[in-house]
T-cell receptor, first 113, second 116 residues
Framework: AQSVSQHNHHVILSEAASLELGCNYS??????LFWYVQYPGQHLQLLLK??????LVKGIKGFEAEFIKSKFSFNLRKPSVQWSDTAEYFC???????????FGQGTELSVKP | DAGITQSPRHKVTETGTPVTLRCHQT?????MYWYRQDPGHGLRLIHY???????DKGEVSDGYSVSRSKTEDFLLTLESATSSQTSVYFC???????????????FGAGTRLSVL
């Protein structure tokens, strides 16, 4: 079955710490990969996406993600987090076979000032 | 924002009553989706539409129906609401065409539904 797994449910960091959120997905043919962010009380916003090419993708607000095909992973990183990064982060995978966007369970990030 | 309006934004209802949630888009996109968001489950697809009067079931469609009579509107109906349907409901849209841009979904602000 097509599935997406996020390793951490809740991450707590201090400002300026580095961030890495894990995301793994099950094999299912060709995929497109996404990270969405949901700030408290708001809707999901697209943070970054990967379709093809350079496996290191840069998104908004200093976030980046690396696609490692051999590990079926798409981890999100940021070198130095800010209090304003407090939000829930969702990894999502679009499986071209079946045409569905599958979400991970989400990771809640709390950044302490 | 992607030109998506969900209404109502908040609703409290009683078990057994019918509820209809509305998603309206101004982008003229072909594809529209309804998801529910629950803690520990991320977002799960309820139903989706690939055109006027063309809809299909998603992962968690039991207890829900949808209708799309116009390109811009996608309605989600809970025929007889149950407490297990207490959730936050998100509408999403994606572009038309055959390019990979159609694989990018944009989300509305959500509707928080409480069934008592």
């Amino acid at each position: 079955a097509q599935s997406v797994s996020q390793h951490n449910h809740h991450v707590i960091l201090s400002e300026a710490a580095s961030l890495e959120l894990g995301c793994n997905y099950s094999y299912g043919g060709t995929v497109n990969l996404f990270w969405y962010v949901q700030y408290p009380g708001q809707h999901l916003q697209l943070l970054l996406k990967y379709f093809s090419g350079d496996p290191l993708v840069k998104g908004i607000k200093g976030f980046e993600a690396e696609f490692i095909k051999s590990k079926f992973s798409f981890n999100l990183r940021k070198p130095s987090v800010q209090w304003s990064d407090t939000a829930e982060y969702f990894c999502a995978v679009f499986y071209n076979q079946g045409g569905k966007l599958i979400f991970g369970q989400g990771t809640e990030l709390s950044v302490k000032p | 924002d992607a030109g998506i309006t969900q209404s109502p934004r908040h609703k409290v209802t009683e078990t057994g009553t019918p509820v209809t949630l509305r998603c309206h888009q101004t982008e003229n996109h072909r594809y529209m989706y309804w998801y529910r968001q629950d803690p520990g489950h991320g977002l799960r697809l309820i139903h989706y539409s690939y055109g006027v009067k063309d809809t299909d079931k998603g992962e968690v469609s039991d207890g829900y129906s949808v209708s799309r009579s116009k390109t811009e509107d996608f309605l989600l109906t809970l025929e007889s609401a149950t407490s297990s349907q207490t959730s936050v409901y998100f509408c999403a849209i994606s572009e038309s065409g055959t390019g990979i841009a159609k694989n990018i979904q944009y989300f509305g602000a959500g509707t928080r539904l409480s069934v008592l």
